[in-house]
């Protein structure tokens, strides 16, 4: 984070003489946020996780938004929010690579996919699996594509939208029906047992 005002009110001049097209200015300022991004992203990826791939994404955003930036506010708060925003999407892609790759070895994830759980509610499924494959069975597919994205695959709501074709405000009133269901079919089989 910036830590000293006379940083920050250098990166504010560089970035707003930048804005009135001082190319100058510019390299100066994509060169000292680039190590204050960099440091930002560092402490917050995984070790797994390239972080200047992050960094390069912060400071394509910075380039695209550079209009956004009031010089009469500070830059720390809007620098700090892009490259948020940037290290959540790297985050959130990455879970994804992870979740794929479990799902390409068999068993890995612990998590049977829809038709590999045992029919019914077995005595000899000790898992519990059969009932939640007979509770799923019980959505309609709609929700299962949902939950499906939303909980297994880790997509948000939006790209799960965008994915189905649907609005945001159905995705969420879809799963919540579906969860809802779910809760009610699982509790009641609980009960029966």
Known sequence: MLSRPTTERRLSELLARAQDGDR???EAFLTEAAGLV?????KRLPPSMDAEDVVQDVLFAVHRHRHSYDPARSVAPWLYAIARHRLLDALKRQRRVW?????DEPG???WPRLEELPAGNAPADPTGFGLLRHALEQLTSAQREVIHL????GYSVSEVA????RTPSSVKVTAHRGYKL????LEGSSRDH
């Open 24 to 26: 100058a200015a510019y």
């Open 108 to 110: 890995a994830s612990g």
């Open 182 to 185: 779910l809760r009610q079919l």
């Open 162 to 165: 965008e994915r189905t074709g």
């Open 150 to 153: 939303l909980k297994l695959e």
């Open 38 to 42: 960099r440091s930002f992203v560092r």
């Open 99 to 103: 979740r794929r790759e479990l799902q």
